[in-house]
């Protein structure tokens, strides 16, 4: 079974800023996927960036970036220079290679707001 | 650039009738897949369907819901009697094969059942 835990329920970001949206994760599976998802107030699950249990470097789409520490169980999502449009949830998600349905276990999720 | 489509964009539905949720899945996608995600809580899987079968359900996946693909391109679920606590935004997802495996999200259909 995965377990995924967001603790930071809601964070303030100032335009331009870098933030970063913390993630833990607990799984018995050797090898795993991790993933973040934004999603805005309307409602739709945009995903955002993938990190594999085995990938040597840290994942990076434009200015988002995972900071994947392995032996701590964390894959904090940092994004770069805020944007107003960066206000939404943001939720961390896994995958174990062990299931045959590809199922992503969700943490809680963060609600990220950017003030201009 | 190729999405996820769900219709409707919300259901309102009596408690004890049928819905059908429909999903429009990634055109060269293998694997189809149901969420939900009751007001303010976690995104939680209901079901993953490949090859023409469920590969994998959760606990909450009973057998009131069923999922169908009843031809090359729509993805239904359904709820044979909608009780108060089906009350959610239910999204369908798409990944096309397995490794990396990334799911594409549709944009969810609200349900409310009163």
């Known amino acids: 079974a995965q377990k995924i835990t967001q603790t930071q329920p809601g964070m303030f970001v100032q335009e331009k800023e870098a933030v970063t949206l913390d993630c833990t994760y607990d799984?018995?599976?050797?090898?795993?996927?991790l993933f973040w998802y934004k999603q805005p107030s309307s409602g739709e699950m945009i995903f955002l960036i993938y990190?594999?249990?085995?990938?040597?470097q840290n994942a990076t789409e434009g200015r988002y970036s995972l900071n994947f520490q392995k032996a701590r169980k964390s894959a904090n999502l940092v994004i770069s220079a805020s944007q107003l449009g960066d206000s939404a949830m943001y939720f961390c998600a896994m995958r174990g290679y062990n299931n045959a349905g590809n199922m992503l276990t969700f943490g809680g999720g963060t609600r990220l707001m950017v003030k201009p | 650039e190729p999405e996820v489509t769900q219709t409707p964009s919300h259901q309102v539905t009596q408690m004890g009738q049928e819905v059908i949720l429909r999903c429009v899945p990634i055109s060269n996608h293998l694997y189809f897949y149901w969420y939900r995600q009751i007001l303010g809580q976690k995104v939680e899987f209901l079901v993953s369907f490949y090859n023409n079968e469920i590969s994998e359900k959760s606990e909450i996946f009973d057998d009131q819901f069923s999922v169908e693909r009843p031809d090359g391109s729509n993805f239904t679920l359904k709820i044979r009697s909608t009780k108060l606590e089906d009350s959610a935004m239910y999204f369908c997802?798409?990944?096309?094969?397995?490794?990396?495996?990334?799911?594409?999200f549709g944009a969810g259909t609200r349900l409310s059942v009163l």
């Open positions: 799984t018995s599976d050797p090898s795993y996927g």
């Open positions: 997802a798409s990944s096309v094969r397995q490794g990396k495996n990334i799911q594409y």
């Open positions: 990190q594999g249990s085995y990938d040597q």
